[in-house]
């Protein structure tokens, strides 16, 4: 008589060890910013971190303890990477401590919001197309009224650009979308077929990016939708279809539109430019080094003067002022969202949350070596945001938005579906 084999599951991390160990790492930042402050920012950011570490006790406590979930890696990452990115906004503009708070709360609101929406499949599937024409319509409003900001037209803005009341780049809060509408759309019509209708929303998304100039997101896209068709359909010469016809298509727009290619004329000749075009990518290099393991400290850098350091330099900022280990660390959470999505893929409840996971993951991952590779001269920059850290409330939106999709994959995450692991 043959045994059945018993699944395993791994144990929960110890999220009590690493919750309390990741606050004295935020407590030691706060005070490093402290040293080199004035008195009257220093008030401001004692609040704006006694919030954020309330904020994230809270959460644990009220999940882990009175709920009793168990799983807490993804939020273990996601609180870990924007108590860095909160350390360098705060840092460097005492005077957006507040905003950039608020932006943190409102995508952990998001990410609780999408979870309780991700819960039932039959509801996420229902909300797609209301969701893919409100995407698209956002685009096309920013196509229309948009403000150009570093010659991409992606800003929606109330008020002047210099002081403006209230900014929202839409292209980011899309990328939400474009993964929920993807994953609902593929697993509702269980077809290789079902491709048709993605392809026209997923062109609709990229066509727009292109005409606003955003370059960099309209990659970000397309490799999604990649990594989308690829999941569903498994057919690698449908996907190799779909890129030499992007290229084509990319050929055409550096043909035609030849301004395009003077976006990339520094790529690999920084040093060429350290004045000019260069000059960012230039004081990356020699800043990042100079901070050797352990960094330079909070507020001792030098690429925190230079323009754009929060929002398209943070990867240098964090080698230059927390040192290689943690820039590494950093890189390495990014790679883990993927690892984790890859291994609950099979014990999904469905294909909705396998797609949804992995290409959430993929998208954040793709996102973070475009700014790092690009920063570093490796592959031509496009000005992408690294995800969590840089500065920016619709980018952190984003960001928690799209790890409640990898979250949602495990089943520990519903209380309801507990039971099966313990059958």
């Given at each position: 008589m043959?045994?059945?084999r018993?699944?395993t599951?791994?144990?929960?991390?110890?999220?009590?060890?690493?919750l309390?160990?990741?606050?004295?790492?935020?407590?030691?930042s706060?005070?490093?910013?402290?040293?080199?402050?004035t008195q009257?920012?220093?008030?401001?950011l004692?609040?704006v971190?006694?919030?954020?570490i309330?904020?994230e006790?809270?959460?644990?406590l009220v999940?882990?303890?009175?709920?009793?979930?168990k799983s807490?890696?993804?939020e273990l990452?996601?609180?870990?990477?924007?108590?860095?990115?909160?350390?360098l906004?705060?840092s460097?503009?005492?005077?957006?401590?507040?905003t950039?708070?608020?932006?943190v709360?409102m995508?952990?609101s998001?990410?609780i919001?999408?979870?309780?929406?991700?819960?039932?499949t039959?509801?996420?599937?229902?909300?797609?197309?209301?969701?893919a024409?409100?995407?698209?319509?956002?685009l096309?409003?920013?196509?229309l009224?948009?403000s150009e900001?570093?010659?991409?037209?992606?800003?929606?803005?109330?008020?002047?650009k210099?002081?403006?009341?209230?900014?929202?780049?839409?292209?980011?809060?899309?990328?939400?979308?474009?993964?929920f509408?993807?994953a609902?759309?593929?697993?509702?019509?269980q077809?290789t077929?079902?491709?048709?209708k993605?392809i026209?929303?997923?062109?609709?998304?990229?066509?727009?990016?292109?005409?606003?100039?955003?370059?960099?997101?309209?990659?970000?896209?397309?490799?999604t939708?990649?990594?989308?068709?690829?999941?569903?359909?498994?057919?690698?010469?449908?996907?190799?279809l779909?890129?030499?016809a992007?290229?084509?298509?990319?050929?055409?727009?550096?043909?035609?539109k030849?301004?395009?290619m003077k976006?990339?004329?520094?790529?690999?000749?920084?040093?060429?430019?350290?004045?000019?075009?260069g000059?960012?990518?230039?004081?990356?290099?020699?800043y990042?080094?100079?901070?050797?393991?352990?960094?330079?400290g909070?507020?001792?850098?030098?690429?925190?003067n230079?323009?754009?350091?929060t929002e398209?330099?943070a990867?240098?900022?964090?080698?230059?002022?927390?040192?290689i280990?943690?820039?590494?660390?950093?890189?390495?959470?990014f790679?883990a969202?993927?690892?984790?999505?890859?291994?609950?893929?099979v014990?999904a409840?469905s294909?909705?949350?396998?797609?949804?996971?992995?290409a959430?993951s993929?998208?954040?991952l793709?996102?973070?070596?475009?700014?790092?590779?690009?920063?570093?001269?490796?592959?031509p920059?496009?000005?992408v945001?690294?995800?969590?850290?840089?500065?920016?409330?619709?980018?952190?939106m984003?960001c928690?938005?799209?790890?409640a999709?990898?979250k949602?994959?495990?089943?520990?995450t519903?209380?309801?579906?507990?039971?099966?692991?313990?059958?």
């Amino acid at each position: 008589m043959q045994k059945t084999r018993k699944k395993t599951y791994r144990k929960p991390v110890k999220w009590q060890f690493l919750l309390l160990l990741m606050t004295v790492f935020q407590v030691i930042s706060m005070f490093q910013i402290f040293i080199n402050g004035t008195q009257e920012s220093n008030t401001t950011l004692f609040t704006v971190f006694t919030v954020y570490i309330l904020t994230e006790w809270i959460y644990f406590l009220v999940f882990g303890v009175f709920l009793k979930r168990k799983s807490f890696e993804i939020e273990l990452i996601a609180f870990f990477l924007t108590g860095i990115g909160l350390t360098l906004t705060t840092s460097v503009y005492p005077d957006k401590a507040y905003t950039q708070l608020i932006a943190v709360l409102m995508g952990i609101s998001v990410f609780i919001f999408l979870l309780w929406i991700l819960s039932d499949t039959e509801r996420a599937i229902k909300l797609r197309m209301p969701i893919a024409f409100l995407a698209i319509a956002a685009l096309v409003f920013t196509l229309l009224f948009g403000s150009e900001i570093n010659g991409a037209k992606n800003w929606i803005i109330i008020g002047s650009k210099s002081h403006p009341l209230f900014s929202i780049q839409p292209s980011e809060l899309v990328k939400i979308a474009f993964v929920f509408v993807g994953a609902a759309t593929l697993e509702h019509l269980q077809s290789t077929k079902s491709l048709t209708k993605y392809i026209l929303f997923a062109v609709s998304c990229v066509g727009l990016l292109f005409l606003m100039k955003d370059f960099g997101t309209a990659l970000i896209f397309f490799f999604t939708f990649i990594v989308i068709a690829f999941l569903r359909s498994g057919d690698i010469k449908t996907i190799f279809l779909v890129c030499a016809a992007a290229l084509t298509g990319g050929v055409g727009v550096v043909t035609f539109k030849p301004y395009v290619m003077k976006r990339f004329e520094t790529y690999r000749h920084i040093w060429d430019y350290a004045a000019t075009g260069g000059y960012q990518q230039v004081r990356v290099l020699i800043y990042a080094v100079s901070g050797g393991l352990f960094g330079l400290g909070i507020g001792n850098g030098k690429l925190r003067n230079v323009y754009a350091a929060t929002e398209d330099l943070a990867f240098g900022m964090v080698c230059e002022e927390y040192g290689i280990l943690i820039a590494f660390l950093v890189l390495l959470t990014f790679v883990a969202l993927v690892v984790y999505s890859i291994r609950y893929a099979v014990a999904a409840r469905s294909s909705f949350y396998s797609i949804a996971a992995l290409a959430a993951s993929s998208l954040l991952l793709f996102q973070a070596a475009l700014h790092v590779f690009g920063v570093t001269d490796l592959l031509p920059w496009t000005g992408v945001t690294l995800p969590f850290i840089s500065r920016g409330g619709s980018s952190m939106m984003c960001c928690w938005g799209l790890v409640a999709f990898i979250k949602a994959i495990d089943v520990k995450t519903y209380k309801r579906y507990d039971s099966i692991l313990k059958a």
